[in-house]
């Protein structure tokens, strides 16, 4: 099946740690994007990637930093200069003029 | 700039009865538009999406959404709600060519028996 997996699905972070989370597609997407949400603000674009070895700041790319080493893969970590970083993470691959497709998501939590 | 603005945080119907989700947009050149809805602790899922072709757009699951570029709308409609219809909605802008997706934040639908 193809698709996008994110893992882990819950993810516990302690305070001044990195984490990262993990996203890979088989759809043979180009772009791949990461976005955090939450309640009541909706998705809010954190990284992009439109194609291998190349990536973009989004709107609230502070604290987190992401790679794209292979096409099928764009981990996003969550470094210790994010401040608020309890929320739901979704990852998501598209092709030019495709519709986006979207993993389950990672909720990270701070402890 | 693109942006996308839900006009309802949430919206409450019975089983049965039409459902009505407005989106308004706003951008600066030819944007193609989508619907998504969400499931509690899930992804995303396409509903349906508009780039420049009919103007009436059908989708998923009973739903369509109508482009009105003089009003710059984009309203999710479904004539009979179902309960399994109660979820998040969002409506998305993009301007085509660019690849950045531009989200609202979102609708809920709440459906009572």
């Known amino acids: 099946d193809g698709g996008i997996t994110q893992s882990p699905k819950y993810l516990f972070r302690k305070e001044g740690q990195n984490v990262t989370l993990s996203c890979e597609q088989n759809?043979?997407?180009?772009?791949m994007y990461w976005y955090r949400q939450d309640p009541g603000q909706g998705l809010r674009l954190i990284y992009y990637?439109?194609?291998?070895?190349?990536?973009q700041k989004g709107d609230i790319a502070e604290g987190y930093s992401v790679s794209r080493e292979k096409k099928e893969s764009f981990p996003l970590t969550v470094t210790s200069a994010q401040k608020n970083p309890t929320a739901f993470y979704l990852c998501?691959?598209?092709?030019?003029?495709?519709?986006?497709?979207f993993g389950q998501g990672t909720r990270l939590t701070v402890v | 700039a693109q942006s996308v603005t839900q006009l309802d945080s949430h919206v409450s119907v019975s089983e049965g009865t039409p459902v009505l989700l407005r989106c308004n947009y706003s951008?600066?050149?030819?944007?193609?538009l989508f619907w998504y809805v969400q499931h509690p602790n899930k992804g995303l899922q396409l509903l349906l999406k508009?780039?420049?072709?009919?103007?009436l757009v059908k989708g998923i699951n009973g739903f369509e959404a109508e482009f009105k570029k003089s009003e710059t709308s984009f309203h999710l409609t479904k004539p009979s709600a179902h309960m399994s219809d109660a979820a998040e909605y969002f409506c998305?802008?993009?301007?085509?060519?660019?690849?950045?997706?531009?989200f609202g934040t979102g609708t809920r639908l709440l459906v009572s028996p």
């Open positions: 998501a691959s598209r092709d030019t003029d495709t519709e986006a497709f």
């Open positions: 759809l043979n997407h180009d772009a």
């Open positions: 990637s439109q194609i291998v070895n190349d990536f």
């Open positions: 951008s600066s050149y030819s944007p193609s």
């Open positions: 508009y780039t420049s072709a009919a103007t």
């Open positions: 998305v802008v993009e301007n085509t060519g660019f690849q950045k997706l531009v």
